[in-house]
């Protein structure tokens, strides 16, 4: 059985529109479709996808190419102070200061932009199973809440969640953060560290920001690495994709 290689482009909004298409263009280059393409209905709440036809037009190309959408939290920005466990605040804290919107909601909160940004994507003619929280971060009570909302999976950083049974896939990762410099190097010494479980895993997961992407050096590593995968004989899928086999 081939493994499989979960590609994601994050970040997907009308900020960085020129961005995502260039990592799209450099990503069927190499052959890497479908994808995940994970989008802010509501960038930092004032980029509304809906005022940006040529975002859409971009996203609905990739569906009917096979590519699927994820909603990626609806502000993609932090509201009030973190909650959650110790180690998501500290991770918060560290790693997500201004991003982690769903560690930093109630439950209401949650609930209703997750059917915001749901109505947002459907009024854009794109439907979504999937959500991943800004900076893989959230709540205790998120998984219970996407279950009761229809939603099918959770995207974590280490593991793609099914919400109805909790089944959960090990998904170790590599990748392109976008970062400043030194979180971005604290994310690809992480890549490093976790290339001998890559290396057994049946399951993959590729991930590329759009921020700075077109001119930096770390991307294009990124880049070729995937290629390699690919070239080995790694089988490009969506995360619904995969959630949905045995």
């Known amino acids: ?73 609806y502000t993609h920005a932090r509201a009030w102070r973190w909650r959650g466990d110790p180690l998501t ?22 609930r209703a932009r997750l059917i915001a940004g749901r109505e947002i994507l459907a009024a854009c003619g794109l439907e979504t199973t999937g959500f991943c929280p800004p900076g893989w971060l959230h709540t205790a ?12 999976y959770l995207v974590e950083m280490l593991f793609l969640v099914d919400v109805c049974d909790q089944r959960r896939l090990p998904t170790p990762w590599m990748g392109f953060m976008g970062t400043p410099w030194l979180h971005e190097g604290l994310a ?6 976790l290339a001998p479980w890559r290396a057994r895993a049946r399951t993959i997961s590729v991930f590329f920001h759009p921020q700075g992407a077109p001119d930096s050096p770390v991307c294009r590593r990124a880049l070729r690495e995937l290629a390699r995968e690919l070239e080995r004989g790694g ?11 045995p």
């Open 89 to 110: 605040v500290a991770r918060a804290a560290l790693f997500a200061r201004e991003v982690a919107e769903f560690a930093s909601l109630g439950w209401p909160e949650q």
């Open 188 to 193: 690809q010494l992480g890549a490093r560290l």
């Open 1 to 73: 059985m081939a493994r499989r290689v979960l590609v994601s482009v994050h970040d997907v909004a009308p900020a960085w529109v020129e961005e995502v298409r260039w990592l799209l263009r450099e990503l069927d280059a190499i052959g890497a479709r479908p994808r995940s393409l994970l989008v802010i209905p509501c960038h930092n709440g004032r980029d509304d996808l809906r005022r940006c036809p040529e975002l859409v037009e971009l996203l609905q190309v990739e569906v009917a190419n096979g590519s699927e959408i994820v909603l990626h939290g």
């Open 235 to 245: 089988e490009p899928s969506t995360y619904g994709a995969a959630i949905a086999l």
């Open 141 to 152: 009570e998120l998984p219970s809440l996407l279950a009761e909302l229809g939603f099918a």
